[in-house]
């Protein structure tokens, strides 16, 4: 089992950048793939971005592609989502995940078998 901890959410005007954080405890971190999710109100969790186990493959949603970037670090056991050129269509509150199974990219989250406890991420207008 991983467990998660996001930081670095915050207030921001639109076109700004912020950099999300995900730290990960347990031995077995490195052997997962990671995402990150987001949710605004009223609307479902969705996904934003994922990495695989090495970092050699990421994945976007193509709200974000061009705009947000996910590395990681399996040294320090973190992943990170670098997000440029916010949008206020970009307010929600971003969660970071661990695949469920050493197999999974996560990018539906009934493939995610750990989540954080979500940081705020609000871009006014």
């Known amino acids: 089992q991983v467990q998660l901890v996001e930081s670095g959410g915050g207030l921001v005007q639109a076109g700004a950048s912020l950099r999300l954080s995900c730290a990960a405890s347990g031995r077995t971190f490195s052997r997962y793939a990671m995402s990150w999710f987001r949710q605004a109100p009223g609307k479902e969790r969705e996904f934003v971005a994922a990495?695989?186990?090495?970092?050699?493959?990421?994945y976007y949603a193509d709200s974000v592609k061009g705009r947000f970037t996910i590395s990681r670090d399996n040294a320090e056991k973190t992943v990170i989502l670098q997000m440029n050129s916010l949008k206020p269509e970009d307010t929600a509150v971003y969660y970071c995940?661990?695949?469920?199974?050493?197999?999974?990219?996560?990018?539906?989250?009934?493939?995610?078998?750990?989540w954080g406890q979500g940081t705020q991420v609000t871009v006014s207008s």
């Open positions: 995940a661990a695949a469920d199974t050493e197999n999974t990219i996560p990018t539906r989250a009934r493939q995610v078998g750990s």
């Open positions: 990495i695989s186990w090495s970092g050699a493959r990421t």
